[in-house]
């Protein structure tokens, strides 16, 4: 199954699809930036649908900065 089919991602495989360590996943989530979560038992997991949302954050993020450098 390709990373992309998932339902939900592992922390592992929630960096390898946004080509980022897992050192800099928890940099985010200390940081307040990083995707929602969802645990199952022990698990850490991250929807679909949250990497989708944590994306769209990331790029209205970048974009305020850009336009902040417009200005």
């Known amino acids: 199954m390709l990373i992309e089919d998932q339902d939900a ?3 592992p495989a929630f960096c ?13 989530q ?13 698990r850490v997991l991250i929807s679909k649908e949250a990497a989708a949302e944590w994306r769209r954050s990331r790029e209205e993020a970048a974009s305020i900065v850009l336009e902040k450098g417009a200005a």
């Not at 390898?16 to 985010?28: D, I, N, W």
């Not at 200390?30 to 022990?42: A, T």
């Open 16 to 28: 390898k699809r946004h080509s980022f360590s897992p050192a800099k996943y928890f940099q985010l």
């Open 9 to 11: 991602y592992t922390i």
């Open 30 to 42: 200390q940081q307040g930036e990083g995707p929602r979560v969802m645990r199952i038992g022990k």
